[in-house]
């Protein structure tokens, strides 16, 4: 059940998702020790917060145009977005309290 609260988002599907309601984008890449520390920890969250805030993975090496123009430069960054827009930006890794106080900032 908590694989299906993260969507997998590509160029084509991002500001699709993030357009409407509350959004929060894990910019990451396969490489990533980091990032791959991170995935059960909004995996956790993700649960928690369901109905209230939207949760995706983008791979930025695969998704280049999305990672470019929000300027993301490392890796995990995790960008929240409200109605379209970005509201705040985390970089690197976080515990689950650390997430979830940023997905509801």
Known sequence: MAEDSIIEIDDKGFEGLVGEGVTLVDFYAEWCGPCRMLSPVLKEVATQLKGKV??????????????????????????????????????????????KDFALS
Do not use: C, M, Q, Y
Not at 58 to 87: C, M, Q, R, W, Y
């Open 54 to 99: 939207k949760f995706a993975k983008l791979d930025i090496d695969k998704n280049h145009i999305t990672a470019k123009t929000h300027h993301v430069t490392s890796v995990p960054t995790l960008i929240l977005f409200k109605n379209g827009e970005e509201a705040n930006r985390l970089v690197g890794l976080r515990d689950a309290a650390a997430v």
